[in-house]
């Protein structure tokens, strides 16, 4: 059984389009997050939901809106797609967390939806 | 200046060598240090994960954090060509708040 899957694993569309990616985790953690893996390979979180409430919002622009029904699962949807938005897309889950809602301990990852913008 | 500085690689070396990946922090907050493990594809994985300055063995992969230089590293007894992927430093502090290093890809060549 996957520990944190996410759907699709790729993603093609035009610029100006509207996309969503799903994530789902079986590992009963109360914490989920959205991360951004651009091509270099540098990791940068963008969203932290604990019991399906936001905590961290890293500045990320408002065409980006995360939702999360359930403990178990975050949404990403992405309005108005740009070409500087191609990139990773990775969701986390983890269980110790810190003051501010953000993985002091191991962050476990889906395999990561990869978003191409034409 | 990035508070958290990666050697950037790439790194290629022969089957059987050690391997040593190192990072530099400046954030003194930092309490929580993780190495990544990220093939190809792949989401990362976590590899080592220790708080305290020394060192950390497990297997043939070796954690060492010094707080006072404010330097982690990764050593790699014995590298195996099963061992090439990205290698991504991460530390967090109390709070939470978390930061990746760019990361370093290594090749083991058999």
């Known amino acids: 059984d996957t520990a944190v899957s996410q759907t699709p694993k790729y993603l093609v569309t035009q610029m100006g389009n509207d996309k969503s990616i799903k994530c789902e985790q079986n590992l009963g953690h109360d914490t989920m997050y959205w991360y951004k893996q651009d091509s270099k390979k540098f990791l940068k979180i963008m969203f932290s939901y604990n019991n399906k409430e936001l905590i961290i919002n890293e500045t990320v622009p408002n065409r980006f809106s995360p939702k999360s029904p359930d403990k178990a699962h975050l949404n990403l949807h992405i309005n108005s797609l740009e070409l500087g938005d191609s990139a990773v897309y990775f969701c986390a889950s983890s269980q110790v967390i810190g003051t501010s809602g953000g993985a002091t301990g191991e962050l476990f990852f889906g395999e990561g939806s990869r978003l191409t913008v034409l | 200046q990035k508070e958290v500085e990666q050697d950037p690689g790439p790194l290629s070396v022969p089957e059987g060598a050690i391997v040593s990946l190192n990072c530099t922090y400046s954030?003194?907050?930092?309490?929580?240090f993780m190495w990544y493990r990220q093939y190809s594809r792949k989401g990362p994985e976590l590899l080592m994960y220790t708080y305290s300055s020394g060192n950390k063995e497990d297997g043939r992969f070796t954690a060492q954090v010094d707080k006072s230089s404010k330097y982690i590293s990764l050593f790699i007894r014995d590298s195996q060509p099963s061992d090439s992927a990205t290698y991504l430093c991460?530390?967090?502090?109390?709070?939470?708040?978390?930061?990746f290093g760019d990361g370093t890809t290594l090749t083991v060549k058999p």
């Open positions: 991460a530390m967090s502090d109390n709070a939470g708040k978390s930061t």
């Open positions: 954030n003194s907050a930092f309490q929580y």
